[in-house]
């Protein structure tokens, strides 16, 4: 009987699993997460790449291309390439990684592996095993903790291809955050190429909050750059630099036209699209970044 | 990085919380909005012990190094804190073991040959041989038993010398070997704010015609609480003592402190916050409340006074008393000190089944009463955490029993005393005298390992603030008829105690809970 009741007084108010809620007082006073690595190494077995491929051709990418009008552009610039390779991107919407892996050419597509943020994306199991088991997705740290040590090299020398935001987080207003080093970093130590990628309208299509795309098809596009090669001696700071100024231009492409966005980047008028010529905090900020693109890409210039 | 203590305020997903009650512990589950004291985290233990001891030694405070003090043909006195702290008592090698080695090869490279180790237990028992090496180590030990390595006895009269009189006219009558001196080195550990600095010598060293002059009803009454020096009529006491005693004899102190590491990693979960109990804590925490429940009571005493604590070493600081405890002060109150916003109507406390004075003995019901209403009442800075007419509700099962070789005086006391009053200042008045005289109790205390004739009244005196303070005191679980002897109420639940309390303090009370131990000091605001 004494064992009966103490067990009773001891599961009072815990669940299934022992765990008890924090008293909200004490939420304060929580220790900080202990040490914690996901073991993701089952998601790249031969066994889990059949499951992930048909999951990604069966559903995601369907289900992607049915809710919103993707348009892909400058997937010719990768033909050619081999892997492994570092394809960064710029970062507004879960729709992005689905869009990207739904357009890349086979050859590259099907060896890549997608950095998710640790303390986001595994920080439950459930959580962690589908977006592992679904995106080839690898923890990656983005708070400066030491706490993981990062897979990335070890994925690229394995030959697996890199799928990174460098902005760390997606966009809180549909603009651009600067770009973190790690990228550019991990390129220049690993000598291994980066493919730029501008994403744009995915804001618009599904923003932070959201769960799936907003109604009525919004028209989104994915336009892959010419691959960035590290050259002898460069930094991981120039190299980042030269990343920006491929994104920026992938982003005013948009807008301009290739051979204008082009003329513009040369002439030094593009710069991240950080929406700086907006207030911080302004509502005009949102307003902008959320305008749907145009009902198609803009002519080529020699048209006019 | 130890998180620092806090206030929790009791809410629906708050989990049962510990409490200790004795040679045992459980789960209660606390009236919504109850607000819970919890010590901050313990700090983490210094990492290089040893090296600190020698830097400390090598750069004191307000003092020479101690190798520059040390010279040959000197008389030099080596005194030590007795068994009654830390509590539990640390896991081996004792801080003092590994303190007094060091000071103890000084002492051998500068040819020191007259040295004499003492136990400062001033009016406690003495401690055994197996309780000393154990306290000084194996090489001590052996180097010094019995004949330079001895307890202290406050009833030696031919060993006892009066330094002088404060000018408060307090007799300060110590020991004499340590007095004649040429230095007196002082190895303490301080567990709690009220322990070493001017204390160690002018209580440690002390006889009763000293020590008569701060135990008393009066100043403990005046001591708001003990646990805090500068309010404390207690301390004020002791450094009027302390600082004859500076002008008459070279005190070379070394002061350590240690971390909140109370419980070794089996008990672990009783050193963790509830909700934040795994599963393997929670499985701990069923077998070892099982095995205890069921163990029979001698065994279940045996292996709780047979737990070491595995203490960490916060600080370890040497020099001249008064800057040393400076230093001493921080470093206990860095440990304990959590900031409660006010007294609540009822104050709880688990008490544990040791205190001070039943180290590998039996926390007989004086004691009790003692460690509830003296100690844990008094972890206090500014105001107490219940509100004066208050209600404190302890848990202990208040058990009739003695050890009559450690506590003889005690028994007499409850039976013959007790009975007829429980008023300190009438008992002081009356009997304290006897107590204090009585010849048979001297020679216990002497000869045999009994506690002084008069420890039991200032045991009764430790309590006397908190008795004027509160407006009643229940022990849940508490004997009835020994609660009662002693002027207190039982009750069988929690529930029940609230239902009593409220008497007093009316409907909705609010009410404070004091998560210790491991020790929390409260600064109630």
Redesign the interface.
């Known amino acids: 009987m004494?064992?009966m009741k103490?067990?009773r007084?001891?599961?009072?108010?815990?669940d299934w699993?022992?765990r008890?809620?924090?008293?909200?007082?004490?939420v304060?006073?929580e220790?900080?997460e202990p040490p914690r690595e996901f073991p993701t190494g089952w998601a790249r077995t031969p066994a889990a790449q059949k499951a992930r491929r048909a999951l990604q051709r069966g559903v995601l990418t369907p289900l992607t291309w049915t809710q919103t009008r993707p348009e892909i552009q400058g997937r010719d610039r990768l033909a050619g390439l081999k892997g492994p390779v570092v394809f960064v991107a710029n970062h507004s919407s879960h729709l992005d990684t689905p869009l990207i892996l739904g357009s890349l050419p086979r050859h590259l597509g099907e060896r890549v592996a997608v950095g998710a943020a640790a303390d986001y994306f595994f920080d439950a199991r459930v959580r962690a095993v589908v977006t592992a088991l679904i995106f080839n997705a690898f923890p990656v740290e983005r708070h400066r903790s030491r706490r993981l040590r990062s897979l990335a090299p070890l994925l690229l020398a394995r030959g697996w291809s890199l799928l990174l935001f460098p902005e760390g987080t997606r966009s809180e207003d549909g603009w651009m955050s600067p770009l973190r080093l790690g990228a550019a970093h991990l390129c220049v130590t690993q000598g291994v190429p980066m493919v730029p990628i501008g994403l744009r309208g995915t804001y618009a299509a599904m923003p932070r909050g959201r769960n799936w795309p907003v109604p009525g098809r919004a028209r989104v596009v994915v336009r892959y750059g010419t691959p960035l090669r590290p050259q002898a001696g460069e930094g991981a700071r120039a190299f980042n630099a030269r990343m920006a100024d491929s994104i920026a231009q992938l982003w005013a492409e948009e807008e301009m036209g290739w051979y204008g966005s082009l003329r513009a980047q040369a002439k030094g008028e593009l710069a991240l699209p950080t929406g700086q010529q907006l207030p911080a905090g302004s509502w005009r900020r949102t307003w902008e970044s959320t305008r749907p693109l145009g009902a198609s890409a803009p002519k080529p210039a020699w048209d006019d | 990085?130890s998180?620092?203590g806090?206030?929790?305020?009791?809410?629906?997903?708050?989990?049962?919380l510990l409490m200790h009650e004795g040679e045992g512990f459980?789960?209660?589950?606390l009236p919504l909005g109850s607000r819970v004291i919890y010590p901050p985290e313990s700090l983490p233990g210094l990492r290089d012990v040893d090296g600190e001891i020698r830097r400390a030694l090598d750069n004191p405070l307000g003092r020479e190094p101690l190798r520059e003090l040390l010279f040959a043909g000197m008389k030099l006195t080596i005194v030590f804190d007795d068994l009654s702290i830390p509590l539990p008592p640390m896991r081996t090698p004792d801080i003092r073991q590994r303190v007094i080695e060091q000071v103890l090869e000084l002492a051998a490279a500068k040819g020191v040959d007259d040295v004499e180790l003492i136990a400062g237990n001033a009016l406690h028992r003495r401690m055994t041989p197996a309780e000393l090496k154990r306290t000084v180590g194996e090489r001590v030990y052996r180097s010094f038993f019995p004949r330079h390595l001895r307890n202290h006895d406050a009833e030696d009269k031919a060993n006892l010398t009066e330094i002088g009189h404060t000018k408060h006219g307090e007799v300060v009558e110590i020991n004499r070997r340590a007095a004649e001196s040429d230095l007196i080195v002082y190895v303490n550990v301080s567990l709690t704010a009220m322990s070493g600095g001017p204390k160690s010598v002018s209580v440690g060293l002390a006889s009763y015609r000293s020590l008569k002059h701060h135990h008393n009803v009066h100043t403990l009454r005046h001591s708001r609480s003990f646990n805090d020096p500068p309010n404390s009529a207690m301390h004020h006491s002791y450094d009027r003592m302390s600082g004859l005693l500076g002008d008459n004899l070279k005190i070379f102190q070394i002061e350590t402190t240690v971390n909140n590491d109370t419980f070794p990693t089996q008990l672990g979960f009783l050193n963790k916050?509830?909700?934040?109990?795994?599963?393997k804590d929670?499985a701990a925490?069923?077998a070892v409340?099982?095995a205890n429940?069921l163990a029979p009571p001698k065994r279940r005493r045996q292996i709780w006074h047979k737990t070491a604590s595995p203490y960490g070493i916060t600080s370890v600081t040497a020099g001249d008393p008064i800057a040393v405890h400076e230093v001493t002060m921080r470093n206990v109150l860095r440990q304990q000190l959590t900031e409660v916003d006010g007294p609540a109507d009822i104050g709880i406390w688990g008490l544990p089944y040791i205190c001070p004075y039943n180290v590998n003995s039996i926390m007989n019901p004086i004691l009790v009463m003692s460690l509830g209403l003296g100690y844990f009442f008094n972890l206090y800075r500014n105001q107490p955490i219940v509100r004066p007419g208050g209600v404190a509700i302890y848990y202990h099962p208040v058990r009739n029993e003695f050890h009559p070789v450690h506590h003889p005086s005690y028994i007499d006391f409850f039976e013959e005393v007790l009975a007829e009053t429980t008023d300190p200042v009438a008992i002081e008045t009356k009997f304290e005298e006897q107590f204090a005289t009585d010849p048979w109790y001297i020679h216990l205390y002497r000869n045999s390992y009994a506690y002084h004739g008069v420890h039991p009244l200032y045991m009764w005196y430790w309590g006397a603030h908190a008795m004027e303070h509160l407006g009643d005191v229940i022990f849940v679980g508490g004997d009835r008829k020994t609660t009662e002897r002693m002027g207190f109420r039982s009750a069988s639940t929690l529930d029940d105690a609230l239902a009593m309390a409220r008497e007093r303090v009316g409907g909705s009370p609010t009410i404070n809970y004091l998560h210790a131990p491991p020790l929390t000091m409260a600064d109630v605001r």
Do not use: C, N
Request: proline letters at 9%.
């Open positions: 004494g064992l103490d067990i007084v001891l599961t009072g108010g815990r699993r022992g008890s809620r924090t008293p909200r007082s004490a304060a006073h220790p900080p | 990085m998180r620092p806090f206030v929790l305020e009791v809410d629906e997903r708050t989990p049962a459980r789960l209660e589950k916050r509830e909700w934040e109990w795994t599963l929670q925490y069923l409340k099982r429940d």
